[in-house]
């Protein structure tokens, strides 16, 4: 009995802390939700034009024509060059399953990963249209693109290889990440251009990772009024800084900061990386 009492006073002693910590907790995740629903982002063309422009491969899929799965959908893992519109163009074999599809119904869907991609958490698009075989001028000016992009690709120039370019773009759909999904017009996709630091991004973020993390933690916490103990910058575009930050209890979640202003190129990136950072060390 008496032990049973004394755990019983414990218990109605701890509660009212451990009430009020919780709910310090809630207020604090409430004013990071708040704070990451306002955060810049790109759109969600940008995104998907500047992760479409920054890889090389991704999964082809069609309507099969093979005798044993006639009509269903198949998938195929292939390369392709982007133009200027963000279009995908193919080098693809008569001796390929799907080539021998597209010809038959040139109806495909393309999905792209992200670089370095590890699965599902990660950002990946997809691009779905109609497949056509290039000639003359516009072949030569696709295989001079597809070459560019594939420096060894000595393989395009055989005989059972044409170029195919996927046009007339139903739409895109991208998956990102930080709970980032949506879809965007072919027109609007169309019409825009990737993110002009992409190219700056991971060199940036190893760099911020090995030399400065107690400034990322520092603008997380800052900025973002979330309680980090360690936060690692995952990428950076023209808009801000994707991290992923973890708390005392070991929970990781993802985390936006936004620029006090666009940021064009690989300099004003810095700029803008050091104006957070001053903010940070201002605030405390």
């Known amino acids: 009995m008496g032990n049973r009492g004394a755990s019983l006073t414990s218990t109605a002693a701890a509660s009212p802390a451990s009430t009020s910590t919780s709910s310090q ?11 990451q629903s306002k955060a810049p982002r790109l759109s969600i063309a940008v995104q ?7 890889s090389t491969w991704g999964v082809l899929s069609t309507i099969s024509s093979g005798p044993d799965s006639e009509g269903f959908p198949s998938g195929s893992v292939v390369e392709y060059a982007v133009d200027d519109r963000g279009l995908p163009h193919f080098a693809l074999s008569t001796l390929s399953p799907h080539t021998r599809d597209v010809q038959r119904d040139d109806r495909v869907s393309l999905i792209v990963p992200v670089q370095g991609s590890k699965g599902l958490p990660d950002a990946r698009a997809t691009l779905t249209g109609s497949m056509e075989c290039l000639a003359g001028g516009e072949a030569a000016a696709a295989e001079a693109l597809y070459r560019a ?8 120039g055989f005989g059972d290889f044409a170029m195919y ?10 998956v990102g990440g930080f709970a980032r999904a949506g879809r965007a017009g072919a027109e609007e996709y169309l019409a825009t251009a990737p993110d002009p630091v992409a190219a700056f991004s991971a060199p940036i973020a190893r760099h911020m990772n090995a030399d400065h993390g107690e400034a990322c933690v520092a603008m997380v916490r800052h900025c973002a009024r979330l309680p980090a103990r360690a936060a690692l910058l995952l990428a950076v ?9 973890e ?35 201002r605030g405390g």
């Open 25 to 35: 907790e809630e207020d604090t995740l409430s004013d990071f939700h708040a704070h």
């Open 48 to 54: 998907a034009r500047t992760l479409v422009a920054s």
């Open 149 to 156: 992009r594939h420096p060894g690709s000595y393989w395009v």
């Open 165 to 174: 370019r996927m046009a007339s773009l139903r739409g895109v759909r991208l």
């Open 237 to 245: 575009d023209e808009l801000g800084m994707d991290l992923e930050a």
């Open 247 to 281: 708390l005392e209890s070991g929970e990781r979640l993802p985390v936006r900061l936004g620029f006090l202003a666009p940021a064009p190129d690989r300099k004003a990136v810095k700029d803008r990386i050091v104006e957070l950072t001053r903010a940070a060390s």
